[in-house]
């Protein structure tokens, strides 16, 4: 049968009716919240992403179709679109058969010993093809058990089925930042305020290192260049009100 004359009822359609999407297990507490949205809402506000691309946190990875998702705390798909039709199973998760590919990047943010983020869940990003592998200890977790060489943040590519490790030196602090070329984005450490809480965390970068701003921060830098202006203007004995 040729492609053309391909129908709908021609294609195998995997049975997703046994699979849970969505379980409404919380997230572990607010710090982790506010760290996953920081990895999330610059990218869409600062469309520094061509678009489409999808960027989420806590949302399954299915595949393959007999095994159990990987949720990652946070992953950015490029040139892939949510679908709009979320009444319907098959969109309200990453299934890798819908999608057609797995995500560029995940991230795993560590604030318990629990998920085995450096062994199994490694091994598995690897098995199902994800380009970069990132991981970030921001309470240094994993710091007793030896397996961060001292880095609070470690990064690996995906080359010929294996993660080679993009941080070879330890990333202990700010305005130290780790490029992933295929995605044009960078990753580093900020430490500041983000809405009302100060910390260190983890954050998306152009390749100068410098920070893909939220939302709050561009509109907050576009009122303080508009109160310079103002200022020159006044200066020049003119009513910026009335320019």
């Given at each position: 049968?040729?492609?053309?004359?391909?129908?709908?009822?021609?294609?195998?359609?995997?049975?997703?009716?046994h699979?849970?999407?969505?379980?409404?297990?919380?997230?572990?507490?607010?710090?982790?919240?506010?760290?996953?949205?920081?990895?999330?809402?610059?990218?869409?506000?600062?469309?520094?992403?061509?678009?489409?691309?999808?960027?989420?946190?806590?949302?399954g990875?299915?595949?393959?179709?007999?095994?159990?998702?990987?949720?990652?705390?946070?992953?950015?798909?490029?040139?892939?679109?949510?679908?709009?039709?979320?009444?319907?199973?098959q969109?309200?998760?990453?299934?890798?058969?819908?999608?057609?590919?797995?995500?560029?990047?995940?991230?795993?943010?560590?604030?318990?010993?629990?998920?085995?983020?450096?062994?199994?869940?490694?091994?598995?990003?690897?098995?199902?093809?994800?380009?970069?592998?990132?991981?970030f200890?921001?309470?240094?977790?994993?710091?007793?058990?030896?397996?961060?060489?001292?880095?609070?943040?470690?990064?690996?590519?995906?080359?010929?089925?294996?993660?080679?490790?993009?941080?070879?030196?330890?990333?202990?602090?700010?305005?130290?930042?780790?490029?992933?070329?295929?995605?044009?984005?960078?990753?580093?450490?900020?430490?500041?305020?983000?809405?009302?809480?100060?910390?260190?965390?983890?954050?998306?970068?152009?390749?100068?290192?410098?920070?893909?701003?939220?939302?709050?921060?561009?509109?907050?830098?576009?009122?303080?260049?508009?109160?310079?202006?103002a200022?020159?203007?006044?200066?020049?004995?003119?009513?910026?009100?009335?320019?």
């Open positions: 049968m040729s492609q053309e004359t391909l129908t709908s009822a021609d294609l195998v359609i995997p049975d997703i009716s699979i849970v999407t969505e379980d409404d297990t919380p997230v572990d507490n607010f710090q982790s919240e506010k760290q996953q949205r920081l990895l999330v809402e610059p990218l869409y506000s600062s469309q520094i992403v061509p678009a489409p691309f999808i960027a989420a946190t806590n949302v990875l299915f595949y393959p179709l007999k095994q159990p998702p990987i949720v990652p705390d946070a992953f950015l798909s490029l040139r892939v679109q949510v679908p709009s039709d979320w009444s319907q199973k969109n309200r998760s990453y299934f890798g058969w819908e999608f057609g590919k797995m995500p560029e990047v995940c991230i795993e943010v560590i604030f318990n010993r629990e998920g085995d983020e450096l062994n199994r869940k490694k091994q598995l990003y690897a098995q199902i093809g994800v380009a970069y592998y990132v991981v200890d921001p309470l240094r977790q994993l710091q007793e058990l030896h397996q961060m060489n001292g880095s609070l943040l470690r990064v690996w590519t995906l080359t010929g089925g294996q993660y080679v490790e993009l941080t070879t030196e330890r990333i202990l602090n700010v305005a130290q930042s780790v490029w992933l070329e295929t995605v044009g984005l960078g990753l580093t450490l900020w430490e500041g305020e983000f809405e009302g809480v100060e910390g260190l965390w983890l954050r998306w970068c152009q390749q100068d290192g410098r920070l893909i701003p939220t939302g709050k921060e561009r509109a907050d830098q576009e009122q303080r260049r508009a109160e310079k202006l200022e020159r203007l006044r200066a020049m004995d003119v009513d910026p009100d009335e320019v």
